[in-house]
């Protein structure tokens, strides 16, 4: 069954299960609160008939017995003490068992049964030193016809209550279902990677938070087949270079086409491709555990700022050999939860990045922020290639003098696995920030 029909019936046997609780209470309650106002009327009755026997005299208007006859009053009038009948307008033998019952059963209660009918009474003593007993009555049978015409009044309502909670619930639950449709058309696109022509949704609420969701699953995974893609083309170029080399040294000095001194170069080359082609690997593995949840990186208490003082300290001799000028500026020690192999193995990258493509100085700058440690490397080159710089971070992707392509895609895999961030912008040269948060 649809979304649509599966709400629909729901919200409609909801509202049938409230309607149908509501109505038995009404129902229930209604016959109590007609009993409470019929006693208010006998009551009021009866206080008539008081002021009438109180005030009767030969000479004052009509007596008492026809003003009962002409109003219709079923009641009664007996000597509770003496079990004598004075005065009745109901039938002999309810007004007899009534008298009977009265001091046993009867007294205080609200409902009488009597001759297989059952009455609405009010009784009391005509007055406090008199053994006389007014009881006023009537018949239960004219209130549960009143009942029963509000029951059928209250199904009708029911009723046209239920027929337009049904067309609510449909107007409603179209509404809600249709955006999720459309979700639906256009997840069938991004499963077909048509990500293309996906159209925005018109929804509020929930429903437009995952719609946004979902677009930007869509842009993520686009985004990310495109980077397989040209990592796939990147990768096979990179690992094809070398091969090539090899391959080529290594026919020639089988034919001996190279031979003597041309031969030992083809070897040295060879070798070193070779070398060259296992870093590749390495560190192409390295990516993929990274990446993945294998078991290669061991975080531990460590201070960020020895790190830092490390990748300086080996990278020294680097930096004289290039002729340039590496400072270095710390502060007081910075704890974090971090692999200590795998962040100095990103610090290197980054500073000798910057080594290589500075003119004359190589900065790395500390500050705290936010309770994270911010290290700062700048150095006054040329600066990144604007087009570069939105993939910089990518699987082969290098610029100017790069080796292998994974340096920093590495570094990037290494600081988001610590929890931190890492970007790159250009100032007076370029310039890299790793944010790493505290333990």
């Not at 495109?226 to 990179?238: D, I, L, V």
Request: proline share 3%; hydrophobic share 45%.
């Amino acid at each position: 069954m649809k979304l649509h029909y599966q709400l629909n019936a729901a919200f409609t046997a909801l509202i049938l299960v409230l309607m149908t609780i509501t109505a038995f209470f009404i129902y229930s309650l209604l016959m109590d609160m007609l009993i409470l106002d019929e006693r208010r009327q006998l009551e009021a009755r009866a206080d008539i008939l008081i002021d009438v026997i109180n005030d009767q005299s030969p000479s004052s208007g009509p007596t008492l017995s026809q003003l009962v006859q002409d109003r219709n009053y079923p009641m009664l009038l007996f000597n509770q003490e003496e079990d004598v009948i004075l005065f009745r307008t109901m039938p002999a033998n309810i007004a007899q068992e009534w008298v009977l019952r009265y001091e046993g059963e009867l007294v205080n209660q609200e409902v009488w049964a009597g001759g297989g009918e059952r009455f609405v009474v009010y009784d009391f003593p005509l007055s406090p030193r008199s053994d006389q007993v007014l009881v006023m009555a009537t018949p239960l049978n004219d209130l549960q016809a009143v009942q029963s015409v509000f029951a059928l009044r209250m199904i009708v309502v029911i009723l046209i209550g239920l027929i337009l909670a049904v067309l609510i619930s449909y107007f409603f639950t179209r509404r809600l279902v249709t955006p999720l449709s459309r979700l639906k058309l256009e997840l069938k696109k991004i499963e077909k990677r048509q990500f293309d022509q996906l159209e925005a949704v018109e929804a509020t609420g929930e429903i437009k938070e995952v719609e946004q969701s979902v677009r930007n699953m869509a842009s993520e995974l686009s985004r990310y087949i495109h980077s397989q893609k040209q990592f796939f083309q990147n990768a096979s170029h990179e690992l094809k270079t070398p091969l090539q080399s090899i391959q080529g040294y290594a026919e020639g000095i089988r034919d001996g086409i190279f031979e003597g001194e041309a031969a030992e170069k083809g070897y040295n080359v060879m070798i070193s491709e070779t070398e060259r082609l296992k870093k590749i690997v390495n560190e192409m593995i390295l990516l993929a555990k990274l990446d993945s949840s294998e078991d290669v990186y061991h975080p531990e208490r460590t201070d960020i700022m020895s790190l830092v003082t490390q990748a300086h300290d080996r990278l020294l001799p680097l930096a004289q050999e290039k002729g340039v000028a590496l400072s270095i500026q710390t502060d007081e020690s910075f704890y974090a939860e971090v692999d200590h192999e795998r962040v100095l193995q990103a610090f290197i990258n980054i500073i000798s990045n910057a080594i290589r493509h500075a003119e004359h100085e190589v900065r790395v700058e500390t500050f705290e922020k936010n309770q994270s440690l911010v290290v700062k490397v700048s150095d006054d080159g040329e600066g990144i290639p604007q087009e570069l710089l939105s993939q910089l971070f990518e699987r082969f992707m290098k610029g100017k003098g790069g080796e292998t392509g994974l340096g920093l895609a590495i570094s990037r895999a290494i600081v988001e696995r610590s929890g931190g961030s890492i970007k790159a912008y250009n100032e007076s040269g370029a310039v890299f920030e790793i944010e790493l948060p505290s333990d």
